[in-house]
C-alpha cells in the first residue's frame, strides 16, 4: 500500500493505512498461535478455529477498502472532470465520497464482527451504545460533522472558492465532513475544523463574477479636486478590464489633517481583482506626476537657532 503513494504523509489515513490493523491482528493471532503450539498449551486448536472466521474478516474488510477507495477515487475524479469542462459545483460531490467511503468500511467492520460469532441484534445494541458513549465525549467532533453536513447543505462556498475565515483568507482545498481545508496565497494549508467554519462569519470573494474596487489617495489641499476627480475616473474607465464603466465613481471621502482623501470605485472581474487594484494604483500615481498633483505625506521641519537644533513636527502636537 505505501508503494501506491510517493511520500509517509499521503498514505498516513488513506484506505491502506486503515486497512493495516487487520493485517496486524492476524499477523498477532499466527504469532501466538504457532507459539502456543511449539511450546505444548492446549488451546492452541481451539485458536486455529478462529483461522476461518479470521479469514472472512479480513476478506470482507479488504473488499470494503477496494471498494471504497474506487467510489472515493472515481467521485472525485469524476467532479473534477465536471468542474473543468461544464463549471459544475463539485464540493458536494467530494463531500458524498468521503460519507460513502465512511459508511463501507463502518458496515464492513460490522459484517466482520459477525464472523466471529456476534449476533446482529446484540452487534447493533453495542454499536449503537458504544457510538452514543463516543458522541457524549467527542462533542466537538459531532458538532464537526453536524457543521459538515450544514456546508454541504447550503454550500457558501465551494470548492475553489476564495474566502475569508477568521484571520485568513485563501482558496478552499478540501471540504470533508469534519474538516475544510484552506490554501493560503503562500502555498501553506490551514486546516479548520467545520464547526469552526459553520459558526464564524465566512466572507465569500468569489461568489460573483464581479467585484468591486475601492481605492483611496490622498492629494493636497491646494489640489483641484475636480481636476484630480476626473484624472481617477478617465484612468480606471480607459483600463481594459474595468466593466460597467458607466457606474465608474470618484468623490471626495474624507477632509484629513494633512490630506483630502479621495475615494475611487470602478467594477472589476473577480479574478482580475488584484491585477486591476495593482495596475490602477500605479498609473494614479504617475498620472497625479503627470498633472502636476501633489500626494502629501507627514513630514518634519527643522529649526536652527544660535547652534541649538528645535525640531517640530508638522502636525500641531501639544508642546509642554
Partial sequence: GQRRYSTREEFVGSSWDLAAPVVQ?????????????IVG????????????????????????VLLATWINNSLRSLAQRAHGKNRVDDTLISFAASM????????????????????PGSLIAIVGAVGLAIALALQDTVKAGAAGFMIA??????IGDWVRLGDEEGEVAQISPFNTTIKLVDNKVALYSNDQVWGNPIINYTRHV?????????VHYDTDLDQALEVLIKLANEHSSVALKNETWAGVHELGDWAITLRLRAW?????????????????KQTFDKEGIEIPYPHQVEYVREGINLKRISEDNERD
Fill in 268 to 284: 472589476v472581474p473577480t479574478k482580475d481583482f488584484v491585477q486591476v487594484r495593482a495596475d490602477i494604483t500605479k498609473g494614479v
Fill in 100 to 119: 460513502i467511503r465512511y459508511a463501507i468500511l463502518g458496515v464492513a467492520i460490522i459484517m466482520a464482527m459477525i464472523q466471529f460469532g456476534f449476533a
Fill in 153 to 158: 447543505a447550503f454550500r457558501p462556498f465551494r
Fill in 210 to 218: 464581479r467585484r468591486r474596487l475601492d481605492l483611496y489617495f490622498g
Fill in 41 to 64: 498449551f492446549a488451546f492452541a486448536d481451539r485458536l486455529v478455529g478462529y483461522w476461518p472466521k479470521a479469514l472472512a474478516g479480513l476478506i470482507i474488510v479488504g473488499a470494503a
Fill in 25 to 37: 491482528l492476524l499477523v498477532f493471532l499466527l504469532t501466538i498461535t504457532a507459539g502456543t503450539e
